[in-house]
């Protein structure tokens, strides 16, 4: 052996321990960083990481609130919490989805807009999360699943409470009703609120007292894993309710109102005047609100828009109308009231009414006019010449001061979402929205509620109300109390301030000249409403009007039944009774019915009687009358 052989060993030995040592040191460090990686991780970062731990492990689902009940004012229910079931489907257990919509399709009715949103909902959830398909099974539909259970893996039937309105149509446009939230009505409200609500009010007092109805949201904690799958319930966080609404609104009368219209599209209001508690709103014609609760059908929604009159039409609130003649009482006291007219001056009336320097004569409805006339009987005649004068001598300044006074071309203040505004026209709004100066013709049409003017159905009912309480205002209300979940009993609500101030006159006694003028049209010799009170057992004070669809030229004659009847004239009513203690005022506008007092005032004398008589709310007149 060579002395080379053993140099190179030692060598070979010197690398090998070179290299171990290299390895060493490289192990070494690759334990530093682990270890300084687990000491970051579980020491540094413990708070963060065990947090999100947490958060995987738990999630949290919404609980959705009962909403609230609605009752009328002697308790009976309007909206109720029902019992319903749901069809449900696990997508993960099943495995050919169109053959199990096909197969379900045969024995529960499932309209494209179900299976849409059912495919819609599949995309945007996972695979074991259970997607409703039908919101609301039949009983039938209930039992037939029931039987077939076995043909469906992954179909459920889950209960759950559903909005139902037991009244049905009745009603519909002041109570109501709930739907689906839609995605830009969710942009609207508190989000967090509603992750596990799938309705929300969206018209009427529904709509109104939405945040009231709702309640609070409530949680639920769940154990998942890795996948989301739930494990178990950790803890529940119950949700509120929402409360319990009571209204002013008597349901029965409600009735009386909506079948007194009959055949006729149009509005009924009746309200308490001593505090605005609305009574009855009636809007005709109406729709069933249970129809909306759990999304409409096509065919359900094509048939309401196949339906003449526009049933989802709000008349009492959105029909604005010319108000006719019923304008006169509050005309006839503005102008006394402002110096205009002595109530007793005696007024040449013979037909035909001619402006300064205008070819044009204004006629009166009566031909060869009323002959010499005071206000009492201008307002009991309904003399359409005695108020082209009176309008004219006013002028439209003064006209507008005063009405509007009355509110008249203001909003009611209801608490009902969508009221429109009416329109008292005056010389600056004619150069806003028409560009034009005001003209002496137009004074005069307004004078008898003609022209520009406008007011809706609540806008009429809350100035006659206004008139019975000789200048008092009441803002007209539909709910009285609410009662918040576990209370005994409701709390009254505080009626809102009117949105009018009160009407003082330097001269009281010319608040009798307008009613008294109001009650002769119901009990005068010459009223024109004095064969609708034949065998009233109290005084009523009313107002018929007429309002024109189409105007007519000098020449011509309105001859009903020469005309369509989507042409002829609408016929309007104002009253409240009893005179001297009132306690129902309403108004009633029946479109195309003709005259008010042989259309209009009978469906007034029908509602009135019911809440005086029937309802047993005619008071003792002459101990009110000393009261006031």
């Known amino acids: 052996m060579s002395l ?69 004012r002697d308790g009976r229910l309007l909206a109720e919490n029902v019992p319903a079931f749901r069809l449900t489907v696990i997508p993960e257990q099943v495995e050919d989805m169109d ?43 209930v039992a037939r699943l029931a039987v077939n259970r076995h043909r469906f893996p992954g179909v459920e039937v889950k209960a759950h409470l559903t909005r139902f309105y037991p009244y049905g149509a009745i009603g519909s446009h002041a109570i109501g009703y709930v739907g689906r939230i839609s995605e830009q009505e969710l942009r609207q409200v508190d989000a967090s609120q509603y992750r596990g609500s799938s309705v929300i009010g969206k018209s009427g007092v529904e709509r109104f007292y939405e945040e009231r ?45 909506e079948t007194a219209l009959g055949e006729h599209s149009g509005a009924v209001v009746a309200i308490d005047p001593r505090d605005g508690a609305v009574l009855a709103l009636a809007s005709q014609p109406g729709f069933d609100p249970n129809l909306f609760v759990t999304g409409i059908t096509l065919e359900d929604f094509r048939g309401l828009q196949s339906q003449p009159g526009t049933p989802m039409f709000n008349r009492a609130l959105r029909g604005r109308y010319p108000p006719g003649s019923v304008i006169k009482p509050f005309l006839g006291l503005a102008a006394a009231a402002h110096g205009t007219v002595d109530p007793d001056e005696e007024f040449q009336c013979n037909g035909l009414y001619r402006l300064p320097n205008v070819s044009r004569p204004w006629r009166d409805w009566k031909r060869g006019g009323h002959g010499e006339i005071d206000l009492t009987q201008a307002i009991a005649q309904s003399c359409d010449i005695y108020f082209y004068d009176l309008a004219y001598e006013m002028g439209i300044d003064a006209m507008h001061e005063w009405m509007t006074g009355f509110g008249f071309g203001r909003p009611s203040g209801i608490d009902l ?15 806003t929205n028409r560009g034009e100066p005001w003209y002496h013709g137009e004074t005069v049409n307004t004078g008898i509620g003609q022209g520009y003017m406008l007011a809706t159905p609540v806008q009429l009912a809350a100035s006659t109300a206004m008139l019975a309480n000789a200048g008092r205002p009441v803002r007209p209300h539909l709910v009285a109390a609410t009662e918040a979940p576990g209370e005994d009993s409701a709390s009254r609500l505080a009626p809102a301030e009117p949105l009018v101030a009160p009407v003082t006159l330097q001269n009281p006694a010319l608040w009798e000249e307008a009613i008294g003028g109001m009650a002769e049209v119901m009990h005068g010799r010459r009223g024109t409403a004095r064969a609708v009170a034949e065998d009233m057992p109290y005084r009523m004070a009313g107002k018929t009007g007429t309002a024109q669809v189409f105007g007519l030229a000098p020449d ?73």
Do not use: C
């Open 99 to 141: 053959a199990l919509l096909t197969g379900l399709q045969e024995i529960v009715e499932l309209s494209a807009t179900d299976i849409e949103r059912f495919r819609d909902l599949r995309e945007r959830q996972r695979r074991f999360q259970e997607i409703p398909l039908k919101l609301r099974l039949s009983e039938s539909e």
């Open 213 to 257: 109805l709702h309640g609070e949201m409530g949680l639920v904690r769940l154990e998942t894993n890795a996948l989301g799958r739930t494990l178990r319930t950790l803890e529940r966080d119950p949700p509120v309710p929402g409360e319990d609404l009571h209204l002013t609104l008597d349901i029965e009368l409600q009735r009386v109102a």
């Open 556 to 628: 011509e004659e309105y001859d009903e039944d020469e005309i369509p009847r989507e042409l002829r004239d609408h016929a309007l009513f104002i009253a409240f009774a009893p005179v001297g203690a009132p306690r129902i005022a309403v108004a009633v506008i029946a479109e195309h019915g003709g005259s008010g007092s042989g259309t209009a005032a009978p469906i007034a004398r029908q509602v009135i009687d019911a809440w005086l008589l029937e309802q047993g709310e005619l008071p003792d007149v002459a101990a009110d009358v000393g009261e006031r």
């Open 417 to 431: 979402p969508g009221e429109l505004t009416g329109v008292m026209p005056s010389r600056e709004w004619k150069r």
């Open 4 to 72: 080379d052989l053993l140099r190179d060993k030692a060598g070979e030995s010197r690398v090998v321990r070179r290299r171990l040592l290299v390895a060493g040191i490289a192990v070494l460090l690759l334990m530093g960083l682990l270890a300084g990686r687990i000491a970051m991780l579980q020491v540094a970062g413990y708070q963060h990481y065990a947090s999100l731990s947490q958060e995987n492990r738990v999630r949290i689902a919404p609980a959705e609130p009962t909403r609230g009940l609605i009752y009328d």
